[in-house]
């Protein structure tokens, strides 16, 4: 866990991390991704969203062992966060 720990950060240090739902999806619509990243207790929809669409353009989805509170935590934003996508 402290390996992703460091990833995440350096990746959002890159600005190579899209953060929230809504955008990750967009994005994935368009093939904008390589992995996608998701919280422990991300919601059913977003989950089942992210899930659909990553089949459709082959994203790899990586499940954290972190809520989506310690996500926030980690990329130091003052909310939760579910949802994370890598640009290619």
Aim: with cysteine; glycine share 6%; net charge positive.
């Amino acid at each position: 866990m402290a390996d992703m720990i460091k990833d995440i950060k350096k990746l959002l240090k890159e600005n190579k991390l899209v953060i929230g739902a809504d955008e990750t999806l967009k994005g994935m619509k368009v093939g904008k991704f390589a992995k996608v990243f998701l919280a422990t207790n991300c919601s059913d929809r977003a989950r089942e969203d992210v899930a659909r669409y990553a089949s459709l353009s082959g994203v790899e989805i990586v499940e954290t062992q972190m809520s989506n509170i310690d996500l926030g935590d980690v990329c130091k934003k003052p909310f939760a966060i579910s949802v994370m996508g890598l640009l290619k």
